[in-house]
């Protein structure tokens, strides 16, 4: 077991190493999450933006297309100089390249929302101390189940040229439970300032569930170098 | 820099080589993509310790094969087995036995010499990574490279560096998928010493080319893919150039 | 095609045509209006065995989507793309219906009813599906990330279902139906069901020539010389 998570952040370190030297993707990644954010706050005008529950929407847009972008990038770097055939000729299982990938997407969607959620909490003029942590609950749990949908589509789709837009057509459709179950939450907990239930949690998380597993078995399946 | 030559290598007798256990054993191998197979019934032995080149024309199936051989996607029919082990479904440490020199170099752009190989050291958990890379980077004349980010190397070090990474955990059986293709004309000898080199070790070396002449000079033993099929099979020494090309153009 | 399989080929679209006709006469002839809808609750019984039959041609591209990924074989991916299609078709039928059945019953065309919006989600699901394909060229790439999509869309269905079920709702969750009622809306299920299996089968077998003829074009090693009438410079 522990070998099998030294593997995992054996490869997802190597990912977090290229990217700090790099810096191509939080770069891009950020100033489009801030752009959405701006747009849609323009767009609205200042009385829909001072509701305040527009602000968990306009997130997950920012979320929804900053993290698609990570996803690509972070497959681009196997499929350049064909990496990856390198991971699949090493003793590791398949596995461990899935959730290695899954972990720098992660760490990078994490690192966008830092960025982003202050931007629109501050412009939208959103009350996140009413249940900071139950935002932070909800976000995490959309996350993680974006992040192994988006994982396993980037390594499908993917191929050396760039298919502009082509995975964010693919990986929103299928991400819209998800988006649905947590807005529906926000608005519950911030709406109508009802506490974080353990039904719409158990949900979240099962939710999760249902995408790793799905994704874990099917990428094995079709990574291809 | 290694100054060993293909012909200042002894190969092994036919004795030797007939005795051990085969490195890489085909039983009817087949491949299709879609509707259409691309290899088509190879069967063929290859001892361990021999040095076997394949020749063929442009989607005969050499690379194909080599990475079925490689374990990078499965046979359709048929099967294969390395050291006596089916692939069908590999372990870790079958896979660990096996290094491959790709068409494509298998690095990562943004990091340097030395990182690309201490990861894939890791990868394969070789004992003291660090060290076994700088040997590495000194065996392929990178030493003074070291810390350069890869995307700065031209193609001859680029594939060299490549060997490196293959080489690094010490692989029994070497597939190379067209090693000298874009090298310049140092580059090609100082990989053809390489690949020797491995080959006087003991170890196993199995590589794709288009040059007849070329391969006919490195290699022990000639086999010619056409449309996926095994056409012809020789010892090197007995090969006459012309009939090989005859064979590979088909 | 031989003729044997055309003479059944046409007997069976007649017979899916007259059983069409004959459920509309027990629609409107023989089944009581309902009383507080009135004549636009029969679009109810088309409502129903469409939304039925969009999930029997969603698993269908399940299945088949499973089987190229097994296989690798591109009859998987013929089907599984014929099927995905008419689930757009009948997903479609089912929203319009569902959005005439709302504006009826509450004066609105769109409303974020659990039931519309799940309906949408799936409609979108499958559409999706369809709009990816032309923008990946390699063959084999494009069967490959539509398997994985159809596995994945499909057990995505629950996950909207459920997830809807969060929405505040307005929807009847059942409706009282006389027995002449039940015994239309059964009879509706046999020429709606027929219709969609032939439309599957119908698609399938264009989309059987068209990956045939396209194989011949591009494989280099079939016996066809490639047709080049203008003499290229190849």
Redesign the interface.
């Known amino acids: 077991m522990t070998r099998v998570l030294r593997e995992i952040m054996l490869v997802s370190a190597k990912d977090l190493r290229i990217e700090a030297r790099s810096r191509q993707t939080l770069g891009l990644v950020a100033v489009l999450g801030v752009l959405i954010v701006v747009v849609l706050g323009l767009g609205l005008g200042p009385q829909q933006v001072k509701s305040g529950m527009a602000a968990t929407a306009v997130l997950w847009v920012a979320y929804l297309f900053g993290g698609v972008l990570c996803f690509e990038k972070t497959m681009a770097v196997e499929r350049h100089d064909g990496a990856l055939a390198g991971l699949m000729l090493a003793p590791i299982d398949r596995g461990v390249i899935y959730a290695g990938k899954l972990i720098s997407n992660l760490a990078l969607m994490l690192a966008l929302a830092l960025i982003v959620t202050p931007v629109a909490v501050v412009m939208f003029g959103f009350d996140l101390s009413a249940a900071p942590l139950g935002f932070v609950a909800i976000m995490a749990g959309g996350f993680v189940g974006f992040a192994a ?1 988006g994982t ?2 980037a390594a ?2 993917s ?1 050396t040229q760039s ?1 502009g837009g ?1 995975l964010a ?2 990986v ?3 991400s ?3 988006v ?2 947590s807005t ?2 926000m608005m519950r907990l911030f709406g109508e300032g009802e506490p974080l239930g353990a039904v ?1 949690l158990t ?1 979240l998380i099962a ?1 999760d569930a ?1 995408y790793l597993v ?2 874990w078995l ?1 990428f094995e ?2 990574l ?1 170098p | 820099m290694i100054a060993i030559t293909a012909e200042s290598v002894t190969p092994l007798t036919d004795a030797e080589i007939t005795t051990a256990t085969p490195a890489v054993r085909m039983r009817g191998l087949s491949k ?5 197979w691309v290899l088509r019934d190879i069967t063929l032995d290859v001892p361990t310790g021999s040095y076997l080149a394949l020749l063929g024309a442009n ?1 005969a199936g050499k690379s194909t094969l080599l990475h079925t051989l490689a374990m990078l996607s499965p046979a359709t029919r048929g099967e294969l087995s390395l050291f006596g082990e089916s692939a069908a479904r590999p372990s870790p440490a079958l896979r660990a036995r096996l290094g491959m020199i790709g068409h494509q170099p298998m690095l990562y752009r943004d990091l340097s010499a030395i990182e690309n190989l201490v990861f894939f050291g890791k990868l394969y958990d070789v004992s003291r990574p660090k060290q076994r890379a700088m040997d590495m980077l000194e065996r392929v004349g990178l030493a003074d490279r070291a810390l350069s980010v890869v995307k700065t190397f031209s193609r001859g070090m680029v594939q060299r560096l490549s060997i490196a990474r293959a080489l690094m955990h010490a692989p029994e059986l070497l597939l190379a998928d067209e090693p000298f293709s874009g090298l310049d004309v140092p580059s090609v000898q100082a990989v053809s010493a390489l690949l020797a080199e491995l080959h006087a070790d003991g170890k196993t070396v199995i590589l794709t080319n288009h040059d007849v002449r070329q391969s006919l000079e490195l290699a022990q033993r000639v086999v010619v893919l056409g ?1 996926g099929r095994v056409v012809s099979d020789r010892r090197a020494q007995d090969a006459n150039a012309d009939e090989v090309t005859r064979e590979v153009i088909g | 095609m031989n003729t044997v399989n055309k003479k059944v080929w046409t007997a069976y679209w007649l017979a899916t045509a007259a059983l069409f006709a004959a459920a509309v006469v027990m629609i409107f002839a023989w089944t009581p209006t309902e009383a507080t809808m009135g004549t636009v609750q029969k679009v109810f019984y088309l409502h129903l065995p469409v939304a039925i039959n969009t999930f029997l041609a969603c698993l269908i591209t399940f299945i088949a989507s499973i089987g190229y ?1 097994w296989q ?3 009859v998987w991916d013929d089907l599984a793309v014929s099927s995905a299609k008419v689930a757009v078709l009948l997903c479609s039928v089912v929203l319009l219906t569902g959005m005439i059945w709302g504006h009826s019953a509450w004066g609105q065309w769109w409303t974020w009813s659990p039931r519309l ?1 799940f309906s949408l ?1 799936l409609w ?2 499958y559409v ?1 599906y369809l ?2 394909r032309p ?2 060229e ?4 494009r069967a ?2 539509s398997a ?2 159809g ?3 499909f ?2 269905v629950p ?2 279902y ?3 079920k ?2 505040p709702d307005i929807h009847p969750s059942s409706i009282g139906l006389a027995p002449e009622m039940k015994m239309t809306l059964l009879f509706c299920f046999l020429p709606v069901t027929m219709l969609a299996v032939g439309l599957i089968a119908a698609r399938y077998r264009l989309q059987r020539a068209e990956t045939l003829s396209m ?1 011949q074009a591009d ?3 079939s016996n066809m010389i490639a047709a080049n009438p203008a003499g290229g410079f190849t």
């Open positions: 949908i396993l589509f499908a789709v191929s298919q082509l057509v693919v929103f459709p299928v819209l439970p998800l649905i179950v529906q939450m719409g949900v939710f249902v799905v994704s099917v399946l079709i291809e | 299709r993509y879609d509707e259409r989607g449309r | 990924l690798r074989r591109q919006t989600v979108l699901l999706a709009v990816i923008s990946i390699s063959r084999q790439r490959l990330v994985v999509y596995v994945v869309a057990l995505d996950l909207v459920l997830s809807v969060l929405m194989q494989d280099p090693s």
